[in-house]
């Protein structure tokens, strides 16, 4: 994989059970599915910004339950979100 496809696609060069996801806009919704697809039961989804994974709180929380549902885990690598 090149560096200006990394940019905009999720890292397939990854540690075990660790994806980080990059898709960053409606456009690039496909490539967020493909990530998603490509995810196995124990695997880790790691997003280095909310607004990579989502556009809304709505949607945020939707893509969350579905991980749980299929025993995926989700990270965040900054201080919990407070409300």
Same mark, same amino acid.
Do not use: H
């Given at each position: 994989? @090149? *560096?200006? *496809?990394?940019? @905009?696609?999720? @890292?397939? *060069?990854?540690?075990? $059970? +660790? +994806?980080?996801?990059?898709?960053?806009?409606?456009? =690039?919704? =496909?490539? !967020?599915?493909?990530? &998603?697809?490509?995810?196995?039961? $124990? /695997?880790? &989804? +790691?997003?280095?910004? !909310?607004?990579? &994974?989502?556009?809304?709180?709505? /949607? !945020?929380?939707?893509?969350?339950?579905? &991980?749980?549902?299929?025993?995926? $885990?989700?990270?965040?690598?900054?201080?919990?979100?407070?409300?």
């Amino acid at each position: 994989m @090149n *560096s200006a *496809s990394a940019a @905009n696609t999720w @890292n397939t *060069s990854r540690p075990p $059970g +660790v +994806v980080v996801s990059r898709a960053s806009c409606r456009a =690039e919704r =496909e490539e !967020l599915q493909r990530c &998603l697809e490509y995810l196995r039961p $124990g /695997d880790t &989804l +790691v997003v280095p910004a !909310l607004d990579r &994974l989502s556009r809304s709180m709505q /949607d !945020l929380l939707a893509i969350v339950a579905e &991980l749980r549902k299929r025993s995926l $885990g989700f990270q965040y690598p900054y201080p919990p979100i407070q409300g």
